[in-house]
T-cell receptor, first 114, second 117 residues
């Protein structure tokens, strides 16, 4: 079975631009979460979606937004990119929403903002 | 605030030795803990999990121990192999509904494990 897939794998943008990252969860998983991982640190929670609704949001500015589609895939959007947005963006899926549900991660999208 | 931290940022072992990676957590409401392995250029890979009603859980070559009294978590890897070289993260999650932490994983800094042949 395919795991979590993300696209693109790498991306280079300039400050002020907008970016859209995509994620397809494991088949049968209904919840998708997004994390940002800066080099040398652990992943930081951005969003969790379940059944197309936002169920959790981390401490990120409003420039970050996301949505989930009826097929449970998800997009993460970042507007007005800053140099500090350069990071590995990880998508994780779980069968259901909530505590105690194992989250499985995709390979990530590496974003470089110049 | 809530945090999950690791005592040792790096660990070097010889192939065949047993490895122990430690993690301290500060949120007493944490009910679910996961260990992930992350190789260079890849996303975190699930290793093993444990719920707060357990003290120990074993997998293939790995054992996780949970000491709720001192809020400490450890990952033991038996007969460590060069392929085990990676960054290891512990993560915690609350299982109670309500609050922004529900369903959210909080990660520690990570421990770099290097296995020498």
């Amino acid at each position: 079975d395919a795991g979590v897939t993300q696209s693109p794998t790498h991306l280079i943008k300039t400050r002020g631009q907008h970016v859209t990252l995509r994620c397809s969860p494991i088949s049968g998983h209904k919840s998708v979460s997004w994390y940002q991982q800066v080099l040398g640190q652990g992943p930081q929670f951005i969003f969790q979606y379940y059944e197309k609704e936002e169920r959790g949001r981390g401490n990120f500015p409003d420039r970050f937004s996301a949505r989930q589609f009826p097929n449970y895939s998800s997009e993460l959007n970042v507007n007005a990119l800053l140099l500090g947005d350069s990071a590995l963006y990880l998508c994780a899926s779980s069968k259901d929403y909530g505590g105690g549900k194992t989250q499985y991660f995709g390979p990530g999208t590496r974003l470089l903002v110049l | 605030g809530e945090s999950v931290g690791l005592h040792l940022p790096t660990l070097s072992v010889q192939e065949g030795d047993n490895s122990i990676i430690n993690c301290a957590y500060s949120n007493s409401a944490s009910d679910y803990f996961i260990w992930y392995k992350q190789e260079s250029g890849k996303g975190p890979q699930f290793i093993i999990d444990i719920r707060s009603n357990m003290d120990k859980r074993q997998g293939q070559r790995v054992t996780v121990l949970l000491n709720k009294t001192v809020k400490h978590l450890s990952l033991q890897i038996a007969a460590t192999q060069p392929g085990d070289s990676a960054v290891y993260f512990c993560a915690e999650m609350g299982v109670n509904a309500g609050g922004t932490s529900y369903g959210k994983l909080t990660f520690g800094q990570g421990t770099i494990l290097t296995v020498h042949p």
